[in-house]
């Protein structure tokens, strides 16, 4: 996966613009469920780089609801995902849309260094932390 990112350097937001997956995961029965599974994975994979967190104090978890705990809300601007499907008819049947989530933080993390020098490595990547991480550069 590669991500195409814009980074407020004066708020810290991020915003996934674009994002370009590459999978091969064995014989391709249903290219559309495949691809409907990678995209849908790769969302939820945004949210949980730039919002979700779950939280707690000293005795309990305090992300218990959606006002405390913040996913990618019905109605979000969502990037465009671009989808290459690799079809290796001869090898063996493997896993799929859950590969597309696990790969967005690494790939959103390696372009906002693109774009500021500057590596972040606690998800979420929110715009406080973003911008901790801004001042640290200089």
């Given at each position: 996966m590669v991500a195409d990112v814009d980074v407020d350097q004066d708020t810290g937001r991020v915003v996934v613009k674009r994002l370009f997956i590459a999978n091969d995961c064995g014989p391709i029965s249903n290219p559309d469920g495949l691809r409907n599974q990678l995209e849908g994975g790769a969302l939820h994979g945004v949210s949980r780089t730039l919002s979700e967190e779950v939280t707690w104090d000293d005795q309990k978890v305090t992300a218990i609801d959606w006002r405390t705990y913040r996913p990618l809300f019905v109605g979000a601007d969502v990037p465009a995902i671009e989808t290459v499907l690799i079809n290796q008819s001869e090898g063996p049947a493997m896993g799929a849309g859950e590969t597309a989530v696990t790969v967005v933080a690494a790939a959103v993390g390696n372009a906002i260094f693109n774009a500021?020098?500057?590596?972040?490595?606690?998800?979420?990547?929110?715009?406080?932390?973003?911008?901790?991480?801004?001042?640290?550069?200089?």
């Amino acid at each position: 996966m590669v991500a195409d990112v814009d980074v407020d350097q004066d708020t810290g937001r991020v915003v996934v613009k674009r994002l370009f997956i590459a999978n091969d995961c064995g014989p391709i029965s249903n290219p559309d469920g495949l691809r409907n599974q990678l995209e849908g994975g790769a969302l939820h994979g945004v949210s949980r780089t730039l919002s979700e967190e779950v939280t707690w104090d000293d005795q309990k978890v305090t992300a218990i609801d959606w006002r405390t705990y913040r996913p990618l809300f019905v109605g979000a601007d969502v990037p465009a995902i671009e989808t290459v499907l690799i079809n290796q008819s001869e090898g063996p049947a493997m896993g799929a849309g859950e590969t597309a989530v696990t790969v967005v933080a690494a790939a959103v993390g390696n372009a906002i260094f693109n774009a500021t020098g500057t590596r972040l490595r606690q998800v979420p990547f929110t715009p406080e932390r973003v911008k901790a991480a801004l001042r640290l550069r200089q």
